[in-house]
């Protein structure tokens, strides 16, 4: 067995199912500034999203099966995390489209953090910390 990594790239997109994706398109449109983008014309349903800022595109894929999570916003299970700027002003757009989240702070750094549900149920967080680089380099 080799003990080479396979030395993969920057990461390209996000997958996540969706029930209804022209809701799900328009909550990450209106509410997280991302746009649609042309997609190919696969054999199934979705949508293809992107922010330039964020570097990576969510592709919504149509899935009759999905369960959309509901209950407590759960902050240790499956999410992804985009780097907030103003963290203040990202709870009152997240008050004025009513959309429910929990606040925590990451022990011994203190950088707040936001989490919340798209449409579908996926968790969604938003972080006040410093560049990835800046965070990683403190382990040196």
């Known amino acids: 067995m080799s003990s080479q990594c396979l030395n993969p790239g920057p990461l390209n997109h996000l997958a996540l199912t969706s029930l209804d994706l022209e809701r799900s398109a328009k909550f ?63 709870i009152r757009q997240l008050k004025e489209h009513t959309i429910e989240y929990v606040e ?14 798209d449409p579908d149920g996926h968790v969604i967080e938003l972080g006040e910390w410093p560049e990835v680089h800046q965070m990683v380099a403190r382990d040196h």
């Not at 592709?59 to 209950?71: C, E, V």
């Open 28 to 90: 990450y449109c209106e509410v997280l500034g991302f746009r649609l983008t042309v997609r190919p014309s696969f054999s199934f349903d979705g949508r293809w999203l992107y922010r330039e800022e964020v570097g990576v595109m969510i592709h919504l894929i149509f899935d009759a099966k999905h369960r959309i999570a509901t209950g407590e916003i759960e902050t240790r299970g499956n999410h992804f995390a985009m780097q907030c700027e103003d963290i203040e002003l990202a």
């Open 104 to 117: 925590r702070v990451l022990p011994d750094r203190g950088y707040r953090q936001i989490f919340f549900r």
